[in-house]
């Protein structure tokens, strides 16, 4: 997988990069307009990550020069800028996604992924992680040989995961995974032990392997198999 | 409460006029009554000029009883009473009136026939108590119908010359700073409400814009402080990552990682709030409360059966409101996140929605919150709470902002947020 990101804090830049790199996706990174367009132009990506406030201009145009090329890349807008207005004229230029600064970067990587299923006609509608199999599109759970049923947040806790495979997510990024902006209200993130608690119950009661791992203090870890 | 100011000018007026008159009257008594008795002598004097040019060279001495029979006023008496013409007062009783009635006397020497007589005149005075009464009267009739003329005149100022005054005056007591109302104050042609108009207008645009250009840049600094919040985010989320990350270490990123969530959400709420004050909130329509809490009841019971909380609703009728969706969704939420957070373990929230009102109620703290300090920016009931101290003041000026009302009460160990649409 290739990503272009396309964003003008180098720290911040650099820590993306350094995420996805690790979950073996290839991200190449620019810090301006004119490079960014460069790079399109040039190269093919499976995702976009956008900054909309970038030296040598607005990140729209860079959706436009998309369009105008007949690019179908996914693209996700990663903005400081919040305002509706600056929502709607994103999605209006073709992005698919947006996601508001400060984010977590393990949200930032479930996003892409599911981004990128969604760009794929080819029939990959399906995350495998050794003996779990889940169908995105049916939304279903297959554990070996049998299905489980998994509430919303369960099988979003699940997909979360195994997205990030082998990091450690904290538990506010876990929380505003499941909750979205509502977690903004949210002073303790007790209730994920719930939802962490049952998914674990399910996968071990289908037969599945233990792959949750509590990281002391910090939150949670699929381990890779 | 004062006087008006119109009414204790009145008064002033009023006891002035009215010492001035007190003052004058006896003034105007004796000056009256010495014209009168000045006048008197000189027609006295007249009088007897007169019967001396021409009556007195043809007077005959039996012509004097004749005379003093029909002249009741002017008599010719015999002897040599005076040496000169001598003027006095004297009373004489009449018997028509049977009172005595003040007379000025002039006697007066002549010669008739040689023989020495006293020509003797008399002329009635007005009587003092009559003088005296009539100047009361007058007086008091002065007095009446100046106050009367002043009360009208000042009825009539303060309801017509006063009354751009009092519609200035009712602008700026509904005027309020961070609410988007303009003012138009009355042209008057008076030159001191003019001024005052100018004045007020200026001083309210002054501070409008003070005020426009602190919650810009309140926006402004929130909007900044997201980058490099950004970075530090990222940076501790990449830390945690690290295999040889100890013990220790683990728990003060932990820590690390807890205080960029209430930055982060301090953040957002500061934007909100200078957002809502800058009206970028616009689009409205006609929400359902109803069903704003169905949607969200079961975040907010999760949340809830962390602390064993129990949450019920109760409202059959439905209640519809023109207003944000999103601000009204902000409101809701916090009020239902704030019934939980300061909850007691096993507590209860009750939501009450009625047609035009919702109320939540929840136990907790067994002492009521102190009313005045509730809806303050950054005041929390209890400082070790995780909260941002701003949910309250966002859920006032949405309140404010679309002319509701919000009230609490704390009745039988409940505390009781209602909001009246």
Known sequence: MKILLIEDEIELAKSIQNYFTHNSFVCEWVDCKEAAIDKICCYDYDCILLDLMLPDGDGIEILKKLRSLNKTEGVIIISAKNGLDTRIEGFNEGADDFLVKPFHLSELMVRVQALIRRRQFSGISKVVFNEI????????????????????????????????????????????????????????????????????????????????????????????? | MGKELLNKISWVYIGYSVLILLVLAPLFYYVIDEINLEDVEESMILRRDEFVTYNLPEFKVEDIQKWNEFNRDVKIQPGNEVAKDTVFHTYFYDELADENEPYLVLYSPITIEGKEFTYFTRIDLVETPDLVMSFVWLFLLVIVLLLIGLFFITRYLSGRLWQPFFEILKQVEQFELDKTTTLSFPQSTIQEFNQLSRSLEKLINKNTLIYKSQSEFIENAAHELQTPLAIFKAKVEELIQREDVTEGQAKELSILSNNIVRFERLNKNLLLLSRIDNDTFEGKGKIQVNDIIARSIDFFEEQAAVKGIKVSVIGAESCDVMANIDLVEVMLHNLFMNAIRHNILDGDINIHIQSNSITFSNTGHQTPLEQEKLFRRFSKGNPSQKGTGLGLSIVKKIVDQNGWQIDYNYNNCLHAFTIKF
Do not use: C, P, Q
């Open chain 1, 133 to 225: 199999e889940i169908d995105v599109f049916a939304k279903s759970v297959v554990v070996g040989e049998n299905e489980i049923k998994l509430t919303k947040k369960e099988y979003a806790l699940l997909l979360f995961l195994i997205a990030n495979k082998g990091r450690v997510l904290s538990k506010s990024a876990i929380a505003e995974h499941l909750s979205g902006d509502m977690a903004d209200m949210l002073d303790n993130f007790d209730f994920i032990y719930v939802h962490m608690g049952r998914l674990k119950s399910k996968l071990k009661a289908a037969g599945g392997n233990d792959y949750i791992k509590t990281v002391h203090g910090l939150g949670y870890k699929w381990i890779n198999g």
